[in-house]
């Protein structure tokens, strides 16, 4: 099999830096959770039962003739690949921590440019996501919705006329809808207006989050802002919702960015060269030193201070320097001083290679 | 420092939790705090949105659990998949479809709270969902007509009515 390459490679669709207001939007990505009637969740399914969810829903995809505009798919069973492998698919963000280490008769199906992730008997049998580059909460919405639709098309889903489709957690049920937009905010946090701004964004239903998910924190400046709700409003308002708080934040940033020009330029260009230098020469190089350093960059990049690498470099900088990145890069297995070694040269190189 | 789970490896996680101003502080090596499903970064074990749940969970929307009728929160246990109330508010997740009917009386405070809302109005499946769409689209039209007869435009209240009236004869019909 050629699936090699989704965990040989760290590029994938949602890092090539295009896509609407990209210098601010890294990616979008839209969730929709379902489950299968008459099976019980993930949480309490028997192996056989688990293994049947599977069967049942890989055998989707065979229905060629309405996958026809999603080319190529190719399905991963987590019982197949190593654990830096599923480490790997994490830190690219195809599949979910939970899938990679908690799933009985795990999945996920992927299309050739990773933009669709499908993963099966994650917290919920199926969970269709989409991923895309930039500001594209709309167009990602229209991919999952139409994916639903081909799967509804094959199986029953487990859905109540009061509460919508049901999910195992509470906090999914009705649309099992999750919108979210990685914004990076650099600006917005060096004028410290961030908190006042993501304290605005949690009393309109939303919720803000680090980039690996519930409980990770925010780091190199990058936050994932998603919808809270997903019962009582149509998918339509969530994905709007969501659509026009995130272009409220990208002109409170680019207002931010503007002032920092104007007002402290010499000292914005110091500090994103520093990062630059820094990122270029030095010889150990810490997770949380190396995102707040890329950010910085990114941000000189973007406000034309620095002839730097291109967005997508950076985005791919951010998964390749990933703990299981590394140690797939350069050998099997390292402890940590030995990875912020790894992670200083893999950096020295690609800003070396990349003028 | 070292582990207080097991008291043999040292401690690498450190964090304090702070509750209604009381504050807690844990020190676990790694493998107890796996075991113990408390914080690691980066996974969806830790402090998550389950455990911040099961708070919610625990509360007796009756009160005290003396309103008539239903059943104490101890004993509501699902017939289909045997959970217990008390095991998923534990939990924080449902273990099948049905557990939503058999808990049902205590779900509408829980969703209050999460959600702001207690019904679903998005997406409908097309195949099995034809009903619940027609029903919604009968609801729509009540709603129409009865501006409609406000406004005094009676004609165009009267096609309405027909229509919910055709809708009405589809659902009876199956």
Redesign the interface.
């Known amino acids: 099999m050629s699936n090699h390459r989704f965990t040989d490679t760290a590029l994938s669709e949602w890092m090539r830096g295009n896509g609407q207001d990209s210098d601010i939007v890294i990616s979008t990505r839209v969730r929709v959770a379902r489950?299968l009637?008459?099976?019980?969740?993930p949480?309490?399914a028997t192996n056989q039962q688990s293994s049947e969810v599977l069967e049942r829903l890989i055998s989707v995809i065979k229905d060629r003739e309405r996958l026809n505009d999603f080319g190529e798919l190719h399905v991963i069973k987590l019982s197949d690949i190593d654990d830096l492998d599923k480490r790997v698919l994490?830190e690219k963000h195809l599949i979910?921590?939970?899938l990679a280490?908690?799933s009985r008769n795990g999945a996920v199906i992927l299309t050739e440019d990773e933009s669709v992730s499908i993963m099966i008997n994650e917290?919920d049998h199926l969970r269709i996501q989409c991923l895309y580059p930039g500001f594209q909460v709309r167009e990602a919405w229209e991919r999952a919705?139409a994916l639903?639709?081909i799967f509804?098309?094959h199986v029953?889903?487990?859905?109540?006329?009061?509460?919508?489709?049901?999910?195992?957690?509470?906090?999914n049920?009705?649309?099992g809808?999750r919108a979210s937009v990685m914004m990076h905010l650099p600006a917005l946090v060096m004028t410290q207006q961030i908190n006042r701004i993501l304290s605005a964004v949690s009393q309109v239903?939303l919720t803000v989050r680090g980039i690996?998910?519930?409980?990770?924190?925010a780091v190199g400046n990058l936050f994932q802002i998603s919808n809270q709700?997903?019962?009582?409003?149509?998918?339509a308002e969530?994905i709007e919702n969501l659509h026009s708080v995130a272009l409220q934040i990208i002109e409170h940033e680019k207002n931010a960015r503007q002032r920092l020009i104007n007002e402290s330029k010499l000292r914005i260009t110091d500090r994103v060269m520093r990062s630059y230098g820094i990122l270029s020469y030095a010889a150990v190089m810490d997770s949380k030193e190396a995102a707040q350093r890329l950010s910085d960059v990114r941000l000189g990049v973007d406000l034309g201070l620095l002839e730097g690498p291109a967005s997508s470099v950076m985005n791919e900088l951010n998964v390749k320097t990933q703990p299981g990145f590394l140690q797939k890069t350069f050998g099997e297995s390292m402890n940590p001083s030995e990875r912020d070694m790894y992670r200083a040269k893999l950096i020295r190189e690609t800003l070396a290679a990349k003028p | 420092m070292i582990c207080q789970e097991c008291g043999k490896r040292p401690a690498t996680l450190h964090f304090t939790k702070i509750v209604n101003g009381e504050k807690t502080e844990f020190h676990f090596c790694e493998s107890c705090a796996r075991e113990k499903g408390e914080l690691i970064p980066g996974t969806s074990n830790g402090f998550s949105i389950h455990s911040l749940l099961s708070g919610l969970l625990d509360l007796d929307p009756s009160g005290k659990g003396q309103n008539a009728g239903a059943k104490p929160a101890q004993t509501l246990r699902c017939e289909e998949c045997g959970m217990t109330y008390s095991q998923f508010s534990k939990l924080g997740r449902f273990g099948c479809s049905s557990c939503y009917k058999y808990f049902s009386d205590r779900l509408d405070p829980l969703f209050k709270r999460v959600h702001g809302n207690t019904s679903h109005v998005g997406k409908v499946p097309k195949r099995t969902g034809g009903v619940i769409q027609l029903k919604r689209k009968i609801e729509e039209l009540k709603k129409e007509l009865q501006f409609r007869i406000v406004q005094e435009e009676f004609e165009t209240a009267a096609e309405i009515r027909d229509r919910i009236r055709e809708l009405e004869r589809n659902i009876a019909q199956g």
Do not use: H, M, W
């Not at chain 1, 709700?229 to 998918?235: A, D, F, P």
């Open positions: 489950n009637q008459q099976l019980p969740f949480l309490l994490v979910s921590p939970n280490n908690e917290e919705t639903d639709d509804e098309a029953d889903y487990a859905f109540d006329d009061k509460r919508g489709f049901l999910t195992s957690c509470p906090t049920v009705g649309t809808l239903g690996y998910g519930e409980g990770s924190e709700i997903t019962l009582g409003q149509t998918e969530i």
